[in-house]
């Protein structure tokens, strides 16, 4: 039998290759210690959106429902529903909470921070995990409540679909609306005389696109949030739209900001100006 000859070569690279994955493991373990707070406020807060929408939607949408019966006006009632969830999305980003996590509650803001290099992407991949899992927790709470209601074709769980005019209509105005969303949470955000402001603007935005756009595209801007609705409702076919269209609008307003403005973000929050630890890449004054 011949001697088995070890090559001295192979034998560093395979040990230099366990290193960096033990390494790499261990960052991850020790920022899932770190940050879990940070996590778990995602979840929470896309949760606490979607159970939101959908009570909202049944409320004013729901044959049953008296709200839905007295206001017949589909303007009017998608009037109510953007001020509801406009103001649900104002409470998450100025509580204390959401001043702590940055309020994201969104995969495409995450990405697109982290595109900016304002997040690591251990905490990006943490992020949109429970954004994704806390939305759908948010709408099973709903269907426990609601029972059958939630079910009903009006209600259909707050299903993101696209309207009379197909996907591609529905495409585009997903683009533009998280295009200019992300547009104007850069430009405000990173104005030291406005940035307190944001989430204002933002949860303006919301009542103003689910009371004109939602016609459209259903008014999503958001993965995690038409997932979360599609699952219960099966409603699968349209998902692409959903899971792209954010994406590119988002990614595209950060890539015109930093060719357009030639400086740098300050942070990943969305609300800079409070006394919460922040876990991002910040160079914002006073944080």
């Known amino acids: 039998m011949g001697m088995e000859i070890s090559n001295p070569v192979s034998t560093r690279v395979s040990a230099t290759r366990a290193s960096g994955e033990s390494v790499r493991a261990s960052v991850i373990v020790t920022t899932l210690r770190a940050h879990w ?6 979840a929470t807060g896309l949760g606490v959106f979607m159970l939101s929408a959908c009570l909202f939607t049944a409320l004013l949408f729901h044959p049953a429902s008296p709200v839905a019966s007295t206001i017949t006006t589909p ?45 690591t992407p251990t905490d990006t991949v943490f992020y ?3 954004q994704f899992s806390g939305g759908l927790t948010g709408v099973l709470l709903a269907s426990v409540l609601l029972g059958k209601t939630i079910s009903e074709p009006a209600v259909n ?6 309207g009379e005019f197909g996907n591609i209509p529905a495409f585009l105005a997903e683009v ?23 989430g204002l603007c933002a949860g303006l935005l919301v009542a103003t696109y689910i009371t004109f756009e939602s016609p459209i595209s259903g008014m999503s801007m958001n993965p995690a949030r038409t997932f979360a609705s599609a699952v219960p409702a099966h409603a699968w076919m349209s998902l692409w739209i959903y899971f792209t269209a954010p994406m590119l609008g988002m990614l595209s307003a950060a890539e015109v900001y930093r060719a357009s403005r030639q400086r740098t973000v300050a942070c990943a929050k969305l609300h800079h100006r409070n006394s919460q ?11």
């Open 37 to 42: 707070p940070e996590y778990l406020i995602e």
């Open 75 to 119: 303007i009017l009632r998608r009037l109510l529903m953007g001020t509801a969830m406009g103001t649900t999305a104002i409470a998450i980003i100025y509580s204390p909470w959401g001043k702590r996590s940055g309020a994201h509650i969104n995969p495409a803001t995450t990405l697109t921070f982290f595109r900016l290099g304002k997040i």
């Open 128 to 130: 949109i995990a429970a």
């Open 157 to 162: 769980y707050a299903a993101t679909l696209p």
């Open 176 to 198: 533009l609306i998280t295009f200019l969303l992300m547009s104007m949470i850069l430009r405000v955000s990173n104005a030291k005389r406005w940035n307190h402001f944001t």
């Open 277 to 287: 630890r922040c876990i991002f890449n910040c160079n914002y004054e006073g944080n």
